[in-house]
């Protein structure tokens, strides 16, 4: 299969982490612009990102780019928290190059990202808080059990507790009122959101692929084994303050469109992540819940890409 050409872009975040990316220009409407946001260890040249790329070309220009820590960007990966920034910083490039629409499109812990951008966003513009409370103030009506706990532990070097116990002291650098600066302006601002195979919660333990990717982050031999087998160098060290948890953030995405796609088939999370950020979204947002789809940018078909790309036209 051949792809849409695409032109190497780079750009800088808010805190000075460089950032590689790809534009490919619009096969479709010329002014809406695509944001992809890959999940973690992913990266734009991965196959998988690629095809999807092309596809939702279809419909408008695309740039997708490397998170922090991945790919051949700068710096360390924070799994969730800084990556706003980064995200924040490939939507200002999109409407730099011209295109006046733009959606964000996001799989996994990207999914979780484009969720977190567009709610800090909207909590920025209505002066309400840019981070989660600590301890079990997050896991507010997420049930009990392993279910209770959420995904992606930021927590490196030690055993993190299923009931959300709070966080080691974080290594310092950019904190909340950064992402405050970075997102208080109009040039980030997003026309549509899409978030797939998303997390709703953070220190999710429930599944064993999700046990797995908390080895990978917490221990130093996981991250050793993830930088040297899949290119990902992730920050040594935990959250402080703990970031807005997606589906919290969620709850402020409104009045931006929000669609929330999930598998029944998704090994990582399972569908309850779905609905929780459902349920904390307010209108306009849909939900889709696909039979028999996996997870992520692996799982998703080019069919269920133009459905998304057909629903962002739709929307922006």
Not at 139 to 165: F, I, K, T
Not at 241 to 262: G, K, N, S
Not at 275 to 299: C, I, K, M, S, V
Request: hydrophobic fraction near 40%.
């Amino acid at each position: 299969m051949s792809f849409a050409p695409s032109f190497a872009a780079m750009f800088m975040t808010e805190d000075d982490v460089r950032i590689d990316a790809a534009h490919t220009p619009s096969r479709g409407a010329a002014d809406l612009g695509i944001v992809v946001a890959h999940g973690f260890t992913g990266s734009l040249r991965e196959l998988t990102t690629r095809r999807i790329t092309h596809v939702l070309s279809e419909f408008g220009g695309v740039v997708s780019f490397d998170f922090r820590g991945h790919g051949r960007s700068g710096g360390l990966s924070t799994v969730g928290d800084l990556e706003v920034l980064d995200l924040e910083a490939a939507v200002r490039h999109t409407r730099m190059i011209g295109y006046t629409r733009v959606a964000t499109v996001g799989f996994s812990m990207g999914g979780a990202v484009v969720v977190r951008h567009a709610g800090l966003r909207g909590a920025t513009r209505s002066g309400g808080a840019m981070v989660g409370p600590a301890g079990d103030g997050l896991l507010s009506g997420a049930g009990g059990g392993l279910e209770a706990a959420a995904v992606l532990s930021p927590v490196m070097d030690g055993p993190v507790g299923l009931d959300g116990g709070a966080p080691l002291p974080g290594r310092g650098g950019p904190g909340p009122e950064l992402v405050n600066t970075a997102l208080g302006d109009g040039r980030g601002r997003v026309d549509a959101v899409v978030s797939i195979s998303s997390p709703a919660r953070w220190y999710y333990r429930g599944t064993k692929p999700m046990r797995q990717v908390h080895w990978a982050i917490e221990r130093r031999l996981g991250r050793w084994a993830t930088r040297v087998g899949r290119g990902t160098r992730i920050r040594k060290g935990g959250w402080d303050p703990v970031p807005l948890a997606p589906y919290e953030a969620a709850a402020t995405v409104a009045p931006t469109p929000l669609l929330v796609v999930h598998g029944d088939s998704d090994s990582f999370f399972p569908v309850e992540h779905a609905l929780q950020l459902y349920g904390a979204a307010r209108d306009p947002r849909e939900l889709w819940l696909e039979p028999g789809f996996g997870h992520a940018e692996t799982a998703a078909t080019p069919e269920l890409i133009r459905r998304i790309g057909a629903w962002v036209s739709a929307m922006t």
